[in-house]
């Protein structure tokens, strides 16, 4: 009974219980009813509550701002860098092919660049040996930087048998980012031997028969990836000029959102995947806590007013997304992250994330519609024509990606 429950818990907590129960409904009901487009969670403010009689309440939340878009967009003109493969880059092509060709023999002579040294290594920090410092019989090619700093001035000159100390700052694991004492014995020294350039080398290592064919091959390849290359500079300096012409006001509770949920993903994500802390971070790279907060409020501005600008577009243009567009997309995305396409499409249906999908793909489309209708011009002053549709949204999409960002922290702040 009514009267049971004020007994036991007071009316006033009965009261708040039905007012927090309540609100929501009234809220939506306001919401709808004023046809306000509402970002994130609203502040509510009771102005009157008499029992049994009468709730008024006021709710003060950001609402997605009216946007004047351009009646077209052919004013919009781009510079981009002009597709050119010249015989350089097709020899620099086929020396990485010949690389992963090359086959090692062990010699008896000191360790020399571009040998592959078989070594042991042992680092300490504060003269304590780290119980992820210490690997036996790790393979190593001299002048390749895929290792410790300072390791190719400590093994070159040794023969196998032969030790040295170098310090070096650890790149990962439990001390990265501290400088290292770190020992290392030569336990092999090996030479590399690189298959020559013909006929034969072509059919080793392609389908081709011979050498001439795999240069041909790669040249296309190579102007392949920088047409590609050249529409998502395309994308992304008509999406510059886009936000030019559009006056984007951006609520300030919006990008304090994003910009907190930025800094959460790169110190909690990119960076703790990495054993590095912010203030590390920003030492490497060279940036000051001023700098860095710039910057972040910069990408999260760009961010936010590229979604609010290309949701308008989609909008006024009723793009559609459909099946197969999305799919797509999905492969490419899961591809991007490592995972399989059945394992992404399992963790954003779990994570509720199909309409961010489906944002992006629609934000692609948008800005394809505009870089359809602006100028792009080369360095060489050619008008390029970027007329395979697939590429130039997949290339948007691309562009587009900070507005993504941007959705998914208004997603979030909004559920």
């Known amino acids: 009974p009514a009267r049971v429950i004020d007994q036991r818990f007071g009316r006033g907590a009965v009261l708040e219980e039905a007012v927090n129960d309540a609100l929501p409904k009234f809220y939506t009901e306001a919401v709808n009813e004023a046809s306000i487009d509402v970002l994130g969670q609203p502040e509510v403010d009771i102005t009157e509550l008499k029992d049994g009689e009468t709730l008024n309440f006021t709710a003060e939340v950001d609402v997605r701002p009216a946007l004047e878009l351009p009646e077209d967009f052919s004013s919009i003109e781009v510079e981009v860098d002009a597709v050119e493969v010249t015989d350089e880059d097709i020899a620099k092509s086929v020396e990485q092919l010949r690389e992963r060709f090359a086959s090692t023999s062990p010699v008896e002579r000191a360790a020399e660049d571009g040998d592959v040294v078989t070594v042991d290594l042992e680092a300490k920090v504060d003269g304590e040996v780290l119980e992820d410092g210490v690997a036996s019989g790790v393979s190593y090619t001299i002048g390749s930087g895929e290792l410790l700093d300072g390791i190719d001035d400590a093994v070159k000159g040794l023969e196998a048998g032969g030790e040295a100390t170098f310090t070096s700052e650890l790149k990962g694991g439990s001390a990265a980012g501290k400088e290292a004492e770190v020992a290392v014995k030569v336990t092999q020294v090996a030479a590399r031997e690189l298959p020559e350039l013909d006929d034969e080398f072509a059919q080793l290592a392609s389908e081709f028969d011979t050498l001439e064919e795999l240069k041909a091959d790669s040249r296309k390849r190579l102007e392949n990836m920088k047409q590609y290359d050249q529409a998502t ?87 559609n997304v459909n099946q197969e567009e999305l799919t797509e997309h999905l492969m490419r995305r899961a591809a991007s992250s ?55 949204e997949e290339a948007a999409e691309a562009a587009t990606e900070s507005a993504d960002a941007a959705e998914s922290a208004e997603e979030k702040n909004e559920g």
């Not at 060279?286 to 308008?312: N, P």
């Not at 963790?347 to 961010?356: C, D, F, S, T, W």
């Not at 999908?357 to 024509?385: S, Y």
């Open 233 to 319: 500079q395309a994308q992304e300096r008509v999406l510059e000029k886009l936000l030019e012409l559009v006056e984007v006001p951006v609520p300030e509770k919006l990008l304090e959102d994003e910009i907190n949920t930025r800094k959460h993903n790169l110190e909690h994500h990119q960076l703790g995947q990495m054993g590095l802390t912010l203030d590390k971070y920003l030492e490497i790279q060279g940036k000051s806590a001023e700098e860095f907060e710039t910057e972040t409020r910069e990408a999260a501005v760009k961010g936010i007013k590229t979604q609010f600008v290309l949701d308008e577009l989609v909008k006024r243009e009723k793009l």
């Open 338 to 392: 490592g995972m399989s396409p059945d394992q992404f499409a399992q963790a954003v249906v779990e994570g509720g994330q199909v309409p961010l999908l489906v944002g992006e793909v629609a934000r692609g489309k948008a800005l394809a519609t505009v870089v359809e209708a602006a100028t792009v011009k080369d360095t060489n002053g050619e008008i390029v024509d970027l007329d395979d549709e697939e590429e130039t």
